[in-house]
DNA sequence: CAGATGCATAATGTATACAGTTGTGGGAGC
DNA sequence: GCTCCCACAACTGTATACATTATGCATCTG
């Protein structure tokens, strides 16, 4: 038996630090940017334009634009412009249609380990969310809830694949209005599910689930409708 | 109303040879190599080496690197050396899983779709499996009856995932034994699906689907404990 | 001899320089 | 006026050079 090492705490901070390269930076910007809306489909991402506005060179713009391209955020070809990609209203509506499979799936496992401490956190974040008013942040928090919800499964590529799916069709709920009304059913909806998962009932689990995600699809894909023919 | 461009059979070609920079050339040839086990887990990637062996400077390869390391073939981490990705027996099993989950989905739909020319196209490839001989080949083409079979559900998110996931286990297949005897087996699974297909029945195809999953995520699984322990 | 310390080496990360490709605008030719 | 072509500008792709960080080894210390 010994003393905690005084060292200890030096070791998480430098942890927490990480220094990351900047090619590493470069690319968590232009992904948070891209996630947002800030950068919107075919905004052409030109090297030189994005080394200066980093004050860097080329060569890690370069680097961030190619993992970005491995994660779909950006298409690119040969000798041309990167430029933020397109998700099409039909890959939006199949990656709604993925995430209720997976998340229905999931459901299960989260009924067998979910704790009464997650189950708390869980309403606390529906509460959380009523209080929010700025359309981003709501965004930011519908995501977070469904990850909270999904990582009680303990199956981490389900909920790496999950996740993955959410954030790369999350700008497009911009789209689907800013209206508190539908983000309120939304949060009903969220209690909803946490009350069938505290209650232990599958069946009403995966209906309430579907259902929720078929509706924000559904709220999605008509948005765009709208946009496309006003 | 004019004649056939005569360029326009160059352009194709020009099409088909789309000229690849040096960097996709490296990331491509590194991915094809982890996939069919050249290239071990834990394998250092040294970029000098790399650059060497390729005859080229170390930019490209940095950029290959980088893809894969998004694409989730390569582990990299600052300054420090990049290897080749392990994926845990846990996460295999994972993979397996949501295969199962993706392609019972899906076949659902590719018996609404299916016409009677892919039908005889899967029959033809369950035949040609049987001629091979070597395992490598064996995988990759079992690998391409299952991309055959799921192309009909005109899904191509969830294609893509099924596929991905696939290809990034395709390695530890190798170590569920060079058997012919287990290969045939999956050979007359192949089959008894194919032959559901036809007939149009889901619940069989759905039930014949998942054990065929399950059955090849067992063998792995054993294979890769008997590895451990031996 | 175990463990720490400092230095040399090698590897990674970034900047700069150069090469090759694409796109664009203006002028020649019709 | 229109098209075609070519030169030039802008940009991407690659190589080389430099900076920073890690790692292995020899040395020193207790």
Redesign the interface.
């Known amino acids: 038996m010994q003393t905690a090492n005084p060292l200890e705490s030096l070791k998480i901070e430098r942890g927490l630090l990480?220094?990351?390269?900047t090619?590493?930076y470069v690319a968590d910007s232009l992904r948070a940017a891209i996630q947002s809306g800030r950068l919107s489909d075919g905004t052409e991402l030109n090297q030189v334009a994005l080394a200066e506005h980093f004050g860097i060179s080329r060569?890690p713009v370069?680097?961030?634009l190619?993992?970005?391209?491995?994660?779909g955020w950006v298409t690119a070809m040969?000798?041309r412009r990167a430029v933020v990609a397109a998700v099409s209203p039909?890959?939006i509506a199949?990656?709604f249609?993925?995430r209720a499979?997976?998340e229905t799936?999931l459901i299960e496992k989260v009924i067998e380990r979910i704790t009464a401490e997650q189950i708390q956190r869980l309403k606390a974040a529906c509460n959380r969310m009523d209080e929010l008013t700025d359309h981003a942040e709501w965004v930011a928090a519908n995501a977070e809830f469904h990850h909270e919800l999904l990582s009680s499964a303990s199956?981490?590529?389900?909920l790496e694949?999950a996740t993955q799916l959410s954030s790369q069709v999350e700008r497009y709920l911009r789209l689907s209005g800013e209206s508190v009304i539908r983000e309120n059913e939304a949060g009903g909806e969220h209690r909803a599910i946490v009350a069938a998962v505290a209650a232990r009932d599958v069946k009403a689990a995966r209906r309430l689930i579907h259902t929720h995600i078929d509706n924000t699809r559904q709220r999605v894909v008509d948005a765009i409708g709208e946009e496309e023919n006003p």
Chains 1, 2 share one sequence.
């Open positions: 990480e220094r990351q390269t090619a590493g060569v370069r680097e961030a190619r993992a970005l391209e491995a994660e040969p000798h039909e890959r199949e990656s249609e993925i499979l997976l799936h199956s981490p590529l389900a694949l």
